[in-house]
């Protein structure tokens, strides 16, 4: 298939915005009707807490392997086989009827939507290099669509539908073999195209590990690790520390959905400033005061302005998408765009799996949330130091030749 050049970036472009909308649905829609799943696959407690644990132990795991699939068949190619493998075990996990069956084609659909969290900045990279900033903001406009979308639709399309929670989690298969078709026609028009390494930076191998010489790169992963934690501590526990402050559930669901849809205006300004502002750490310090802000609140004043304490961790959660601008803009190969995403998301997502089983276990051994607080507000610190070096001036690539 052969389009024009003008042709096949808008392919790309409507191929990026689909595929990021669908690439947390998988995950975010299943917590809703997860009482529902339990009853109707006979799952225990525990397996529940690995459902739950499984995307961010899915998405370092498979993402890890993400950057070699790229290089090995080039990116659009491996992007559009991730996207038809999600789309398969999420078609088929709302179809069974064992809780085993359920597990092993949830993984399946993580590990497409994991090498799809990988690929796709760097995909951005080599394909609008011209354009990071655009792109990137719809691509985290769409992430955060797709993940308050399926968080909110899920549990009343369960409610109506006929299938119940099974018809309200095929609904995002059905979204995501859509996605399929532009990723399609983009691939195979990209057939022959390979990532061209830059004149100055030697051609990497396919380990995300090559980055790791990098101070910014480990810093880079440590920031969005940290930011990864406390949006998945927050998507799982907030509501529960506004209630158990003294709010009622409706209110405390309004809290954390106050907290999610503060995710689509950062897709606007986060990306333009990390492309625009040469220095953006005292962006990362204003981020890193108000997740303080927000905690302290909770912990002091929960049923006082508590819309307010919910903003706040809101507004501190602009550090996704500027972690994730931050990965093809303080990049220059795409090659090292690729093992960057890579090494960031595989490090980050085992921070998100482990982060709200921390926070649940010092509650279990305190019956509290001043340690588990404590926790959070520590965890800030690193959050913010982290991004402070990230953030600074200078590229990946210049510290690997200087290794």
């Not at 709302?94 to 799809?116: K, W, Y």
């Not at 399926?150 to 299938?163: D, E, K, R, W």
Request: glycine fraction near 10%.
């Amino acid at each position: 298939m052969r389009l024009s050049a003008s042709a096949r970036l808008w392919w790309a472009l409507i191929a990026i915005a689909v595929l990021a909308v669908n690439l947390r649905p998988g995950a975010t829609s299943l917590g809703p009707v997860l009482a529902e799943v339990k009853q109707s696959l006979g799952i225990t407690s525990t397996v529940a807490g690995v459902l739950t644990a499984l995307p961010g132990f899915a998405f370092a795991v498979f993402g890890a392997v993400a950057v070699s699939l790229g290089l090995r068949w080039g990116l659009s190619r491996a992007l559009a086989i991730a996207t038809v493998v999600a789309t398969i075990g999420l078609l088929a996990r709302p179809f069974v009827d064992s809780a085993l069956a359920f597990l092993l084609f949830s993984v399946v659909a993580f590990a497409g939507m994991a090498v799809g969290n990988v690929l796709v900045p760097a995909y951005v990279k080599e394909t609008f290099p011209n354009r990071l900033a655009g792109v990137m903001s719809v691509y985290t406009i769409s992430l955060a669509i797709g993940a308050t979308g399926a968080s909110m639709l899920s549990a009343p399309l369960s409610a109506v539908a006929p299938g119940g929670w099974r018809f309200a989690l095929g609904v995002w298969g059905a979204s995501m073999a859509l996605a399929t078709v532009p990723w399609i026609v983009v691939a195979v028009s990209d057939r022959r195209r390979r990532l061209p390494p830059a004149p100055d930076v030697p051609r990497r191998s396919g380990s995300i590990f090559g980055v790791v010489r990098s101070r910014k790169a480990i810093a880079l992963a440590v920031f969005f690790g940290t930011q990864s934690m406390q949006a998945y501590v927050q998507f799982g526990w907030l509501a529960q520390m506004f209630r158990d402050g003294g709010l009622g559930a409706t209110e405390a669901g309004w809290m954390v959905g106050i907290t999610a849809a503060l995710g689509i205006p950062a897709g606007f300004v986060m990306p333009v400033v990390a492309a625009r502002v040469r220095d953006p750490r005292w962006v990362v310090v204003l981020l890193g005061a108000l997740l303080v802000a927000g905690y302290l609140g909770i912990w002091l004043a929960p049923t006082t302005l508590p819309w307010l304490w919910a903003s706040f961790l809101g507004l501190s959660g602009f550090a996704f998408a500027l972690s994730l601008a931050l990965v093809t803009a303080r990049t220059r190969d795409p090659h090292v765009t690729t093992q960057l995403s890579g090494f960031t998301q595989s490090v980050g997502y085992l921070f998100s799996a482990c982060g709200p089983f921390a926070v649940g276990l010092l509650f279990d051994v305190t019956h509290g949330w001043t340690i588990p607080l404590w926790f959070l507000l520590g965890s800030a610190v690193v959050f913010t130091t982290a991004g402070m070096v990230a953030a600074g001036p200078g590229d990946v690539d210049d510290d690997l030749v200087r290794a």
